[in-house]
């Protein structure tokens, strides 16, 4: 009982502060205080920002007994919340250090969680289109749960004895494939390439203008999801592309200026002592013809060059 007691506590507490709930989903969820929440069959068990849980919706009867029996080599769930009516049941994995979904969070570990994700639900044979929004309240009567472990996982323990390559993790994220945190990996990941060549279009214009160009292809994206996201969490994801990409292209950008900038000085440089030889032989000559009696006129018309220039190269004395 102590310890069905520290495991509940401990996945309560994670629970966001007004989460979505109700009692029947058919009507819709509503956003309530967690006191509230907490008295209703379904909750919401992450916040927008954090993912803390792992939840998957197993709608077939021997959801429960099959963790015993067929899924050899799947890491044992914290939660099991079965519907005692048909055996359906969500299996419930806390992580020991949520995965940050913030405008600061790093796109790797969102990356290597939607591959320790998406493994666990094909091995659990989980339905695809569970977005995760709401799970079966464990505290609730209705449901009958089963506590399997007090101790949250790392991801590293959750992806110990499962299949993960690089390619998995890299593998692209199709929009109507997309849900939880493959929605994450998939706007990031298409809209980062996609503002590599943008950018240069913006280059003279302002920071802000750039951003909202970047929320606005973000948005865009999103809007195909079957579940999208809040415009909060968009908006987080844009806001670190465009980041980037700005600090970045505006050092490239830059450098190519610079070195321009080099190769035009380098060129005028050999250009100009080329030029200063040439015109000093040329000075040499005036000074010659001058002194054998010629005009400047003749001059000019000798060596090749206007009256005016003689006549200047004569007044700063050749």
């Not at 495991?7 to 507490?13: G, R, Y």
């Not at 979904?101 to 796109?107: E, F, I, L, R, Y």
């Amino acid at each position: 009982m102590q310890q069905l007691s520290l495991a509940l506590e401990q996945t309560i507490s994670k629970f966001p502060a007004k989460p979505y709930c109700s009692d029947d989903l058919s009507f819709g969820v509503q956003v309530r205080p967690k006191h509230i929440a907490l008295l209703k069959k379904y909750i919401q068990p992450n916040h927008p920002y954090y993912t803390h849980f792992f939840v998957f919706d197993l709608d077939y009867p021997t959801a429960y007994v099959d963790l015993f029996y067929s899924m050899v080599g799947v890491p044992i769930p914290n939660l099991i919340v079965e519907n005692p009516q048909n055996g359906h049941a969500h299996y419930i994995y806390q992580l020991k250090t949520p995965i940050y979904q913030t405008d600061a969070s790093k796109p790797k570990p969102i990356a290597f969680g939607n591959a320790v994700y998406s493994r666990l639900r094909e091995l659990l044979k989980a339905d695809v289109g569970y977005t995760g929004l709401i799970t079966k309240n464990a505290l609730h009567q209705h449901w009958r749960t089963h506590i399997l472990r007090s101790e949250p996982y790392t991801l590293n323990q959750l992806a110990e004895r499962l299949d993960l390559t690089q390619h998995k993790i890299n593998k692209p994220i199709a929009p109507d494939e997309a849900v939880g945190l493959g929605r994450n990996c998939c706007v990031f990941h298409t809209v980062r390439h996609w503002a590599y060549v943008e950018i240069r279009k913006y280059r003279g214009k302002t920071y802000n203008q750039w951003l909202q160009g970047v929320i606005d292809r973000c948005t865009a994206l999103n809007s195909e999801f079957t579940a999208p996201m809040s415009y909060n969490e968009v908006k987080g994801i844009a806001k670190s592309i465009a980041r980037w990409t700005w600090k970045r292209d505006s050092y490239c950008y830059q450098e190519f200026i610079d070195r321009q900038t080099r190769k035009s000085k380098l060129g005028a440089s050999k250009g100009g002592t080329a030029r200063s030889m040439q015109y000093q032989d040329r000075r040499k000559q005036a000074q010659a013809l001058k002194a054998q009696g010629l005009t400047n006129t003749q001059i000019a018309k000798r060596i090749g060059v206007t009256r005016v220039t003689v006549i200047r190269w004569f007044s700063q004395g050749v």
